[in-house]
């Protein structure tokens, strides 16, 4: 199966959970190209599609937005899964965090098969008055490996499930 993971991504973290992403499909046996969603073309050679974005005061990053907005009659002809990045802090990480109600929408609107949300990664030295504001009380890397490695499987799974 050939497989895109897109992103929107404003600091990296998004970027680098969507790559710890594509790596843990490709350990799988998939075939995976990942890029911005800002430079996709047309999803003709994808048999799925996993779009990420970096949430920002409960919003995803807008080049996921688009991206979504853009291909959505491509995305309801395949199997499609959301991610969002942004929590950060230690008592803000759950494996159950629902999605915000504009990804939710989104999601609603292509057919999409889940949603899950990851930790987040701000650096101390973020640029931008809020970001600055905010990595001087909590700078840090949230991410979770074994996360974003669990969701690959769950995607997997889903698939050889939904072709028996």
């Known amino acids: 199966m ?3 993971v897109t992103y929107g991504s404003k600091r990296g973290g998004t970027a680098g959970l969507a790559g710890m992403l594509a790596t843990a499909l490709r350990d799988r046996g ?12 047309p999803l003709g050679p994808y048999d799925l ?3 990420g974005g970096a949430l920002y005061a409960g919003r995803w990053h807008r080049d996921a937005r688009r991206f979504v907005r853009r291909h959505r009659a491509e995305l309801r002809q395949r199997p499609v899964w959301l991610f969002s990045s942004g929590p950060l802090g230690d008592d803000q990480q ?3 965090i629902p999605p915000a ?6 999601a609603r609107r292509i057919g999409a098969r889940g949603h899950t949300t990851f930790g987040g990664a701000l650096a101390p030295d973020a640029q931008g008055a809020m970001a600055h504001a905010i990595a001087a ?12 490695d669990r969701f690959a499987g769950e995607i997997v799974h889903d698939l050889a499930v939904s072709r028996t």
């Not at 109600?101 to 989104?106: D, E, I, K, M, T």
Request: aromatic share 2%; no cysteine; glycine share 8%.
């Open 2 to 4: 050939r497989a895109l």
């Open 30 to 41: 998939m075939t995976v190209d990942l890029a911005p969603a800002a430079e996709v073309g």
């Open 49 to 51: 599609v996993v779009v």
């Open 94 to 96: 759950s494996p159950d």
């Open 101 to 106: 109600r504009g990804v939710a929408a989104l």
């Open 137 to 148: 009380r909590m700078a840090g890397d949230w991410r979770d490996p074994a996360a974003v």
